[in-house]
């Protein structure tokens, strides 16, 4: 399928690691141009690399999120270098463990504004450019939002804000034919994940635990199958789509709990 996608532009938060590396390189596959927009450096620097070695071109923009001003001036920038921009991916974030028992007001407010507010400046400040394009917005949220995790107040929280704005957005959007959808990934590895099953006494077997839960295939949602929904959802060929969360989980949040194949 043609998902028509060549030379469209894209600003993906978090670009340069995990989800989000795997939706900058399906975005290349498809011929399109990534902005990377987040704070990791090196990887940064080496996917910049990569692209433009396999004769991609793409922008990486350093940055800790949130800070409108960056996200501001990352839209002015995209669209000064490639002259217009096609959509944007609301993905950074982290899991960062901050509890009702085990947290504190100050560190469940924290945890909102990192994970939450960038949502926001970003597709404020892409807005005045999606309308000429008619762009599409993707939010990155989490199953958390829907099934809780314990002990992660904050981030569940924005992660359910995003759904909320999800739908929030395509409803004041769509009136300038943007679309704007969510994707729910639920068990994924990533260098994030990589690093939280590894704080675990005995990590090979909590993993083993967690990915016999997950009823497709009994095994964790690759990057690249985050991306595959995503790139789609940000194509013209999901143009009657919108106000959508799509769970790429492997069946974990939906599925009756009787199936246990
Ligand atoms: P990851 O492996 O940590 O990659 C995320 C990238 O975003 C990293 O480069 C990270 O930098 C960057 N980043 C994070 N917060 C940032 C901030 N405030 N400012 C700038 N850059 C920032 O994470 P991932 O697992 O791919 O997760 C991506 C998204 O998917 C997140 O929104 C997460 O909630 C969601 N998600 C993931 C899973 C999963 O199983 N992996 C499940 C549900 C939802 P650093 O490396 O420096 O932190």
């Known amino acids: 399928m043609d998902l028509h996608l060549k030379n469209k532009v894209f600003i ?15 975005l290349v596959k498809e011929g399109a141009i990534p902005v990377i927009l987040g704070r990791s450096k090196e990887a940064g620097i080496d996917i910049e690399k990569k692209i433009k070695e396999g004769g991609g071109k793409c922008l990486n923009i350093m940055a800790e999120l949130p800070n409108p001003e960056i996200c501001k001036e990352a839209v002015q920038k995209t669209v000064d270098t490639f002259g217009a921009l096609h959509g944007i991916v609301n993905n950074a974030g982290v899991n960062d463990g901050v509890g009702l028992d085990s947290g504190s007001p100050e560190a469940f407010k924290k945890s909102v504004i990192t994970n939450l507010l960038h949502y926001y400046d970003l597709a404020h400040y892409a807005l005045p450019h999606l309308k ?6 993707v939010n990155i949220s989490s199953k958390t939002a829907i099934t809780g995790q314990g002990g992660t107040s904050g ?25 704007v959808n ?16 590894n704080s675990f006494d005995d990590s090979e077997r909590s993993l083993a635990q967690i990915t016999d ?9 690759t990057s690249e199958e985050i991306a595959a929904a995503t790139v789609f959802l ?8 919108t106000g959508q969360w799509l769970f790429v989980d492997g069946g974990y949040v939906h599925f009756d709990r009787a199936y246990n194949r």
């Open 12 to 26: 993906v938060t978090g670009g340069a690691k995990g989800i989000g590396e795997g939706i900058v390189l399906e």
């Open 132 to 137: 000429k394009t008619k762009g599409s917005i």
């Open 155 to 179: 981030y569940a929280a924005s992660k359910g804000a995003q759904l909320a704005l999800t739908r929030e957005w395509a409803v004041e959007l769509a009136q300038y034919g943007i679309r």
């Open 182 to 197: 969510a994707v729910v990934p639920a068990e994924v590895m990533t260098p994030q994940y990589e690093r939280w099953i």
């Open 213 to 221: 839960r997950i009823p497709l295939e009994k095994r964790m949602t």
């Open 234 to 241: 940000l194509s013209s060929r999901s143009s009657h789509t």
